[in-house]
């Protein structure tokens, strides 16, 4: 009786930890509540959406931008968007993303690892040490993250692919470069960091 007593107890804990991980994966739906009228537009905004944003770049450029699709990032139960906006002459990517506050950067422009004088070899130590630093246009960039997550074209989770990314900042927190390995494909992405109060939304989708 006690030792089948003990196997119940082994196979509850064994059961535990099988499904416990499962279970703190499951992706939560964004909690808009906390967030202002204008925050809240911008969490709705689907393909087809027409919007403007104030003051971008050292130019300090205004962008009109047509959202062109919506695409889903996720990394265990946090999740945020990114919208792809053709900006006349060029693409650039309007990210999403809800932590304490809700948090934007605007992707402006393409480039290649060889722009940042380093290799494939100097960021697998930068990962290593979680410390580091690039520069850019003459300009320093710190580490500021890097970690596996996962992205879904469309939001189609169905073709979702897996991917590693290095975040670096400036040390005005104002701009930020972007490195994401795609199982050996290596992409870099300079942009901004952009205040919701510089967005205009005239429509929502299409």
Known sequence: MISALILLIILGVI?????KPKYSEQRQELDMSAYSSKEQEILKI????????????????DFDLKILAKHKYYQGNYEWYELECDAGDKKVWLTVEQDDELEL????EKLKLSDLGITKSDLRR??????????YNNQKYNYDDSDDAVYAKNCDESRAEEFYYWEFEDEE???FISVEDWD????????????????TIYSLDS
Do not use: C
């Open 173 to 175: 927190e104002e701009y």
């Open 46 to 61: 689907m393909p087809g959406a027409v919007i403007k944003i104030n003051h971008v770049g050292p130019d300090m450029k």
């Open 105 to 108: 950067t605007l992707s402006l």
């Open 126 to 135: 930068i990962d290593d040490d979680e410390e580091g630093f690039i520069f």
């Open 184 to 199: 050996g494909s290596i992409e870099v992405s300079w942009g901004q960091y952009i205040s919701p109060s510089r967005v």
């Open 15 to 19: 059961l535990y930890f099988i499904w």
